[in-house]
Antibody, heavy 117, light 107 residues
Framework: QVQLQESGPGLVKPSETLSLTCTVSGGSISSYFWTWIRQPPGKGLEWIGYIYYTGSTSYNPSLKSRLTISVDTSKNQFSLKLSSLTAADTAVYYC???????????WGQGTMVTVSS | EIVLTQSPGTLSLSPGERATLSCRASQSLSSSFLAWYQQRPGQAPRLLIYATSTRATGIPDRFSGSGSGTDFTLTISRLEPEDFAVYYCHQFGSSVRTFGQGTKVEI
């Protein structure tokens, strides 16, 4: 079955850029929406943005100026880059597959990212 | 941007009772584009319902969804111990997706 796995640093310094990758295994990244979602400690879910396998994207307006989501179909991966980090970006970051329109039917386990000097 | 408002914030119930969770959208939404998730502590969210009322694979039939326009509801007919968790609604009717703030169902 399809599985998603996030990878990237657990600790990043303020003002730096966060780079995360989501590897899709057990299926092809072609078709579907591929999404990043985050959850600050003790808080709710925040949609970050998606990329369609063709490369088209949509971003959360509050993050758009700092955000890039890309896809590498040859590696079955998609990635997030978020720049100019502050403590407010500290969160668990999830990747997810959008299906049935864009309901998130498969999630990664999540990776905790802490922004601190 | 479509804002989703969930109520109540917390629902205190006992096992065996019925839970009714509300999700209100700031503008009318096609029923095809509304989903519900369950999140247990320390776990990733799990898709329960999509297209307002279709249960995802493996979801027991005590979970049901309904609604249209701006008002949507998730109902758990008889709460099992494993159902005490946080529930989120999610819309994908616009290019900017959004989640509700969550409803915690506690014992």
């Amino acid at each position: 079955q399809v599985q998603l796995q996030e990878s990237g640093p657990g600790l990043v310094k303020p003002s730096e850029t966060l780079s995360l990758t989501c590897t899709v295994s057990g299926g092809s990244i072609s078709s579907y929406f591929w999404t990043w979602i985050r959850q600050p400690p003790g808080k709710g879910l925040e949609w970050i943005g998606y990329i369609y396998y063709t490369g088209s994207t949509s971003y959360n307006p509050s993050l758009k100026s700092r955000l890039t989501i890309s896809v590498d179909t040859s590696k079955n991966q998609f990635s997030l880059k978020l720049s100019s980090l502050t403590a407010a970006d500290t969160a668990v970051y999830y990747c997810a597959r959008g299906n049935y329109g864009d309901a998130f039917d498969i999630w990664g386990q999540g990776t905790m990212v802490t922004v601190s000097s | 941007e479509i804002v989703l408002t969930q109520s109540p914030g917390t629902l205190s119930l006992s096992p065996g009772e019925r839970a009714t969770l509300s999700c209100r959208a700031s503008q009318s939404l096609s029923s095809s584009f509304l989903a519900w998730y369950q999140q247990r502590p320390g776990q990733a969210p799990r898709l329960l319902i999509y297209a307002t009322s279709t249960r995802a694979t493996g979801i027991p039939d005590r979970f049901s969804g309904s609604g249209s326009g701006t008002d949507f509801t998730l109902t758990i007919s008889r709460l099992e111990p494993e159902d005490f968790a946080v529930y989120y609604c999610h819309q994908f009717g616009s290019s900017v997706r959004t989640f509700g703030q969550g409803t915690k169902v506690e014992i």
